[in-house]
């Protein structure tokens, strides 16, 4: 009988199960799909000579985390590797907003739209070069967090603090505006928020993209070398290494409550998978609590917030196999990882306005990936294995565009999207399509089919907006992975502090039953 029994294969199930194996419990790992990895895979799919990354790709959090980096996956084999530039923002009239580990190379860059937009950018950077690491390890740390808070408030006087609370409070728009005369800086932070649900005027919109805009400045967006798949296949080694072990093609079908604990987990197949002293379930909140775990064993409270859980936007994804890099208007764009595609802040406020209103976006915003420029083991020489994904709404009313979409992704429904994205590139890139080898689409179905924590492809458990973080995540008075039963821990992204690839979720569920375990709590 295993000690901890972990629900799901992903990063944060991979990563509580190697911290709970550190510790020397013994565990298994139970996964539905025939793969570990969950959202962090790759493959040959497209085409036999291209690497893909089917769900994430690059990684600035998992950069940044101080839980990967307790992992010291490096020496498990992992290794990173970077773009010449980290992200690029190109304009329809040839212009190009540029972020890059160079800080005097992004502030340039800012001053050639508006002069003393680079020291504006530069101030920004101080500021997190000097709090950045105490904001990490608040974010990444059981809520409330406690000691980094005061290490903090040690760095900061009160007035200094305020100032820094309202701005990540701040929307993305306004953020930009006070910072910045010119276009390139308000673009970037912008862009880096809506890799989130965060619309432009959303509030804490201006925070997270403050955030990920200074972890592209201090780590980049790096990639495993080989593809996503080999970070996942460098936690599973590591596990293994400790004994723990991992099933692929286990569905759980429940969790097996006895005396208000959980004490096993059910298969599709029927066995019950007994667990000596913790079930932790990198599944999302509803999953967890509206189909693993009967309702007689829950609060009715939890059960009717529940029903206000908030997903974030579903997600539609087209990879791509080029014979040729990508021939970019802006020759910046060549050499960038990651590449936003949007006309300004406008057309970023338009396009999260349409998906709010349930409407198949008209121009969707692009995030497009250049996985080749990033790592040269993806794909052929003087070829690019690339991908774009765009968002949309959960539901869907209606289209803003010409095609009719509904939502039923048949084929027609699909191929009308895809070249909806590749009219978005090809504004940017023209000829690009005379560059495609070969293409998959994954609509929201079937990234669903593929993950069951990516409800219609929402990549965050659950809305990243402010009513739905910290106390209020997965529901209001939680924020912890604890669970109304006990020995149960909920590890997954619906968890404080959400989603990204960081590994935080299952490393505050894996310290959450090891703490329970050592006070005797049962």
Not at 81 to 103: E, K, T, W, Y
Not at 367 to 396: C, K, N
Request: proline share 8%; hydrophobic share 45%; net charge neutral.
């Amino acid at each position: 009988m295993p000690d901890a029994v972990v629900i799901g294969a992903g990063p944060n199930g991979l990563v509580a199960a190697n911290l709970l194996a550190d510790a020397g419990w013994s565990v298994e790992v139970l996964e539905e799909q025939p793969e570990p990895g969950g959202a962090v895979r790759s493959d040959r799919g497209v085409h036999p000579d291209y690497v893909s990354d089917v769900f994430s790709a690059f990684y600035p959090l998992a950069a940044a985390s101080p839980v990967l980096a307790r992992l010291d996956l490096e020496r498990h084999g992992l290794r990173w590797s970077h773009a010449p530039r980290v992200l690029a923002h190109p304009l329809p009239d040839g212009r190009c907003a540029v972020l890059s580990r160079d800080l005097e190379a992004t502030a340039a860059g800012l001053d050639d739209f508006a002069a003393g937009d680079g020291e504006a950018w530069r101030g920004m950077y101080a500021l997190w070069e000097r709090l950045g690491g105490d904001i990490v390890r608040a974010l990444f740390t059981p809520f409330p967090p406690v000691l980094p808070a005061l290490r903090l408030a040690t760095r900061l006087r009160p007035s200094t603090g305020l100032r820094l609370a309202r701005n990540l409070s701040l929307p993305v728009r306004r953020l930009g505006e006070e910072e910045f005369d010119g276009e390139a800086g308000r673009l970037l932070l912008a862009g880096n928020a809506l890799h989130a649900d965060l619309a432009p005027e959303a509030a804490g919109s201006g925070g997270f993209g403050w955030l990920m805009s200074m972890l592209g400045q201090s780590h980049g967006f790096p990639v495993p070398v080989g593809g996503a798949g080999a970070l996942t296949a460098t936690l599973v080694r590591r596990l293994a290494g400790r004994g723990g072990a991992v099933r692929c093609g286990e569905r759980v079908v429940s969790v097996v409550v006895r005396e208000g604990r959980a004490v096993a987990v059910r298969t599709a197949g029927g066995e019950e998978v007994p667990a000596r002293r913790a079930v932790l379930a990198d599944v999302s909140a509803p999953a967890l609590f509206g189909r693993l775990v009967a309702p007689e064993h829950l609060p009715d409270r939890l059960l009717r917030d529940l029903r206000r859980f908030q997903w974030d936007f579903a997600t539609f994804k087209v990879d791509w196999a080029l014979d040729s890099p990508v021939p970019w208007t802006a020759d910046a764009a060549a050499t960038a990882g990651t590449v936003h595609l949007a006309d300004g802040v406008d057309g970023l406020t338009r396009f999260a306005a349409q998906i709010a209103t349930e409407y198949v976006p008209e121009e969707p915003f692009a995030l497009f990936g250049q996985m080749t420029t990033s790592d040269p083991v993806r794909s052929p020489a003087g070829t690019e294995s690339a991908w774009a994904y765009t968002h949309l709404p959960q539901r869907i009313r209606g289209d803003a565009g010409p095609d009719g979409i509904t939502g039923v992704w048949d084929t027609r429904e699909r191929e009308a999207m895809a070249y909806r994205v590749e009219a978005q590139v090809e504004r940017y890139a023209p000829g690009f399509r005379d560059r495609i080898r070969a293409r998959r689409i994954l609509a929201p179905p079937t990234l669903q089919s593929m993950d069951a924590n990516l409800r219609h492809g929402a990549i965050n458990g659950g809305t990243a907006s402010l009513h739905q973080q910290l106390v209020f995540r997965p529901t209001p008075g939680t924020g912890r992975p604890e669970t109304p039963v006990k020995g149960l821990y909920l590890a997954s992204a619906s968890a404080h502090p959400g989603g990204g690839v960081h590994g935080a979720p299952g490393a505050n569920a894996a310290r959450a039953a090891l703490r329970h375990r050592l006070l005797g709590r049962r």
